[in-house]
């Protein structure tokens, strides 16, 4: 079982920036493909971002392509989600999510979090108006 421990969330205003870190323990970290995803109030879970390995490929969902960049140190078994440009409409709890399947094939599937089987905390991101 992987634990992941998720830090960096807090209040930013439209435009602002903010990068999540996610730490992973219990695994090779290596062996992981590693994901973002988010809640938020009264909506759904989403797929973020997600990232192999190698740190290539990377997928995005389409709401924060151009604007967020997900990747990855692996001597730190660390992954991390810089978020530029941010917008209300990015409020939500972020999640970071470890799992190992074939990334490019369940990306062109979708429902990308069946995929992730071990999930951290969360870490709450509010972006004022």
């Known amino acids: 079982q992987v634990q992941l421990v998720e830090s960096g969330g807090g209040t930013e205003q439209t435009g602002g920036s903010l990068r999540l870190s996610c730490v992973a323990s219990g695994r090779s970290f290596t062996s992981l493909i590693m994901g973002w995803f988010r809640q938020a109030p009264g909506k759904e879970r989403e797929f973020v971002a997600a990232?192999?390995?190698?740190?290539?490929?990377?997928y995005y969902a389409d709401s924060v392509k151009g604007r967020f960049t997900i990747s990855r140190d692996n001597a730190k078994d660390t992954v991390y989600l810089a978020m530029n440009s941010l917008k209300p409409e990015d409020t939500a709890v972020y999640y970071c999510?470890?799992?190992?399947?074939?990334?490019?094939?369940?990306?062109?599937?979708?429902?990308?979090?069946?995929?992730?089987?071990?999930w951290g905390q969360g870490t709450r991101v509010t972006v004022s108006a």
């Open positions: 990232i192999s390995w190698s740190g290539e490929p990377t």
């Open positions: 999510a470890s799992g190992r399947f074939d990334l490019p094939a369940a990306y062109a599937v979708g429902y990308m979090a069946q995929h992730f089987d071990s």
